[in-house]
């Protein structure tokens, strides 16, 4: 994460990037990246996936405001797009990477 921008400490960021690591190893299907700026994730949907991913997008827009999460569900489908100014494109790079399914 961009150290500048985010006001988490060194421990919080790396908690948080545990907690998006472990988010992503269990729910992302597909990644797509439609450009620099916007990454898409599709997700296992249901409810619990659905709470897990709203609490953790929320706690992550307190210490980071520059991200913009939209988190849409319909019947059988989870869509997480995640957006960030130009200048933050190298947030979203790591994002994609630890989001990419193994």
Not at 40 to 52: H, K, S, T, V
Not at 69 to 88: C, E, K, M, N, W
């Amino acid at each position: 994460m961009d150290i500048a921008a985010c006001t988490l400490n060194q421990a919080g960021r790396v908690a948080r990037a545990a907690q998006f690591g472990e988010l992503f190893t269990e729910t992302v299907r597909t990644v797509e990246r439609p450009d620099p700026t916007w990454l898409r994730l599709d997700l296992e949907p249901g409810p619990g996936p659905a709470g897990q991913v709203a609490e953790l997008v929320a706690a992550e827009t307190e210490c980071c405001s520059f991200f913009t999460f939209t988190l849409t569900a319909t019947a059988g489908s989870l869509v997480l797009d995640i957006r960030v100014p130009a200048a933050h494109a190298g947030v979203l790079d790591s994002l994609a990477a630890r989001a990419a399914p193994s």
